[in-house]
């Protein structure tokens, strides 16, 4: 079993959609795979569930 990894998104990556900051960092994860990690609350920012059309700012994990 994995455990958790908190990545904080950096001053250049504001205002991208989730879904495609993800792609950038994890480019083999697949987006049926995304959509159901996002789904299960298994992706979350600052602690809260999130969809994969939430924008990140600097400085969030």
């Known amino acids: 079993m994995a455990g958790v990894e908190q990545i ?3 001053a250049g990556e504001a205002g991208m ?4 900051w993800f792609k950038t960092h994890f480019p083999g994860l697949g987006f ?3 959509q159901k990690l ?3 609350g298994q ?3 600052d602690g809260g ?3 994969a059309d939430t924008r ?3 400085g969030q994990m």
């Open 43 to 45: 992706i979350r920012v």
């Open 49 to 51: 569930r999130v969809k």
């Open 32 to 34: 049926g795979h995304l």
């Open 56 to 58: 990140v700012e600097p």
């Open 17 to 20: 959609r989730l879904d495609r």
């Open 8 to 10: 904080t998104v950096e």
């Open 38 to 40: 996002l789904r299960s």
